[in-house]
């Protein structure tokens, strides 16, 4: 009897840890649906409009649950949603709509430019999307009041130092212009990473949306140049 006492009471434990340690990587799963259900109400509420859940999501690092949303009125765009231990809440939602507004205008004329780079993306910095929001209304990329959070990034595995520096200045300056007719929101930072390379030298151009209005000629782009 006691054996079968110490056999079940090490099972019970072995369980308590198992569901310890399964909560503690996935989350409640009652929790993960009701925080998830309850931010949709939040987002509805917050932009006026519909959206449905991807699905529910539990961040294990920081202890904080939400979802995958997706707006009815922009199908191809999912954003995250998270509810902290505070009680706030945030969203990546107009962080989403940039990118994807700018992977739509302005993305197919850079990879035109730099054809033969490998990679030629937009990029934002995540969590400024609530400052520009106001009253539910978010700003295009082309308007909102940070000059310095959106970018086009270009990357090439190339040797820094086998690079032509007078063809890519003219390649950036060419996209600037174009850039400039858009808008002064969104920059560029154009790169250069070889791990094959025989030195340890980089460098590469980054170029702040608010600094576009200052480039006249392709002799300014020097000065964007960051050698490491």
């Not at 917050?46 to 999501?57: A, M, N, P, R």
């Amino acid at each position: 009897m006691k054996k079968k006492i110490v056999w079940g009471s090490f099972l019970v434990g072995i369980i308590a840890i198992c569901i310890f340690l399964f909560i503690s990587f996935f989350g409640n799963p009652i929790k993960k649906y009701t925080v998830s259900r309850e931010l949709i109400n939040k987002l509805e509420e917050k932009y006026d409009e519909k959206f449905t859940l991807v699905k529910s999501s539990y961040n294990w690092k920081f202890g904080t649950y939400g979802g995958v949303y997706q707006p009815e009125k922009h199908k191809n765009i999912q954003f995250t949603a998270e509810k902290y231990q505070t009680g706030n809440f945030s969203d990546y939602y107009p962080e989403e709509i940039w990118l994807y507004e700018m992977e739509k205008e302005l993305i197919p004329k850079a990879k035109e430019i730099f054809s033969d780079y490998d990679q030629v993306e937009a990029s934002t910095v995540w969590g400024i999307g609530s400052d520009e929001v106001k009253e539910g209304s978010i700003p295009t990329y082309k308007d909102i009041s940070k000059g310095d959070a959106l970018q086009i990034i270009i990357r090439a595995k190339v040797a820094y130092t086998d690079v032509n520096k007078e063809e890519v200045e003219q390649q950036i300056f060419t996209l600037v212009q174009f850039l400039k007719e858009k808008s002064n929101t969104v920059g560029l930072m154009v790169a250069f990473d070889s791990p094959e390379a025989a030195n340890n030298e980089s460098g590469f151009y980054n170029i702040a949306g608010q600094n576009l209005r200052d480039i006249s000629n392709v002799s300014d782009i020097k000065k964007y140049l960051i050698e490491l």
